[in-house]
């Protein structure tokens, strides 16, 4: 009985340590790239964004990255007003869609 319970207590710990292995905190230092109209999507990765991504076929911020300063998580993603609404959102030079 001793062994079932180890067991049991091995795994129950060996998957919610696993739940935790691929989080991320989100907040300052996310991304968001515009995806469609009016549609910017945060990328999992900030690590992963590239300018060369942004293809000029559209006359809006290809990018917005979150300030420092924000630990607020504005969620996956967002729409022009929204954005306009969080000032901690920095809009990049360059216009395009972003090619995911």
């Known amino acids: 009985m001793k062994s079932l319970v180890l067991g049991l207590a091995v795994a129950v710990?060996?998957?919610s340590t696993s739940a935790f292995t691929n989080y991320r905190?989100?907040?300052a230092g996310d991304i968001y790239v515009q995806v469609g109209t009016d549609t910017w999507q945060r990328l999992s990765d900030p690590n992963d964004?590239?300018?060369v991504n942004c293809q000029n076929i559209s006359d809006q911020e290809c990018s917005f990255e979150q300030s420092a300063s924000d630990n607020t998580d504005h969620?996956?993603?967002l729409t022009r007003e929204q954005i306009s609404n969080i000032p901690s959102l920095v809009g990049s030079a360059?216009?395009?869609q972003y090619d995911l």
Do not use: C, E, K, N
């Open 13 to 15: 710990i060996a998957v």
């Open 25 to 27: 905190a989100r907040a």
């Open 49 to 51: 964004y590239s300018p």
């Open 75 to 77: 969620g996956d993603v």
């Open 94 to 96: 360059q216009m395009g």
